[in-house]
């Protein structure tokens, strides 16, 4: 009887392999050799499902991208009420181990972009999908009638955004100093001053 | 006659050219053999003033460091006013190719921390050098009067140095859209709202 492979099957495991390669030894320890030993296959066999390193590092990133967004939620149409938008912050920057663990492939994309088309390209993918949820929230945020009179959705997007970022590599660089309470605060007294007005 | 070495001398010339080599090749590029060979020294000359690659990155931080306060220029008793505090933050977020090269040790540093305790230390030192500016810079525009009533230093210093870290990264990461024009729009417009009451 020939021997039945059930492709999709094997690439789901690939995909779980390489996914507890990165949230148990971070970004950097992807490889084509390392996620193929975690899967109990051969690197040859590994690459009929993923042929580079840079096809994994896209994968993890899909990956990681959905999970941020499930943790986040939905945007109904009735929008975002402050603690939604408190909430939806938390669940985008990093703040326990496993969540810095996948954050570093952002990490690591940065360190590679200049020489690698694919960590830019990706990088910019990630960053363009951020800065859509942010603008996302925000609109959810004035529907609710909690953005401030005056307030510019682009510009308040572009800081909020910088924010995420700012406080995501300090928690990734310090976690003891930037940890989970630290992070709620700022975020909290950030979305606070946006529900005020913006005065002339 | 024998042979009289400078030691100071050859110290500034090791440490010209681990500067040239992270101005032209980035962070990653500085280790023992390229510095030595970029100052036309043997590995084994270099090591009497650098004897590892951790020493080498130690004085790049240093550097940096230097050369970011010298371009923010000095704090006077007379305070901060709005352009300085904006001209502060534009020489402190890379903007320019050569700082985005020199802050790439940065992101090193970040990337290399949980391998390396030198790393980590380095990168302590880093965040506490620059908190310390940003805390001195809102005294500074308190002392000047245009620190918004009601605005706790501690609380808005946190903000502006996750603000700086997330553009400097989004620099680094993706230098055409935050571009230097954008920088400084986002920055003026943080600071023209720290001017402004905290409302309760």
Known sequence: MPKVVDHEQRRRECEDALWRVVSRDGASAVSVRSVAAEAGMSPTNLTHYFSTRAELL??????????????????????????????????????????????????????ERQSSDVADGLLRSVQRLVQQEVVAGLEGLRRAGFLGAG?????????????IDGLSVQSLSDPRAMNRARVRRLVTQHIEQLTRPLQA
Chains 1, 2 share one sequence.
Request: aromatic share 2%; glycine share 6%.
């Open 58 to 111: 896209g994968a993890v990133v899909r990956r990681h991208v959905a999970s941020v967004r499930a943790a986040a939620g939905e945007i109904g149409p009735e929008g975002v009420t402050v603690e939604q938008a408190i909430r939806m912050l938390m669940a985008v920057i990093p703040t326990t181990p496993i969540r810095r663990r996948q954050s570093e492939i952002w990490l690591l994309l940065v360190h």
């Open 151 to 163: 307030r510019r959705i682009e510009d308040e997007a572009l800081l909020l955004h910088a924010l």
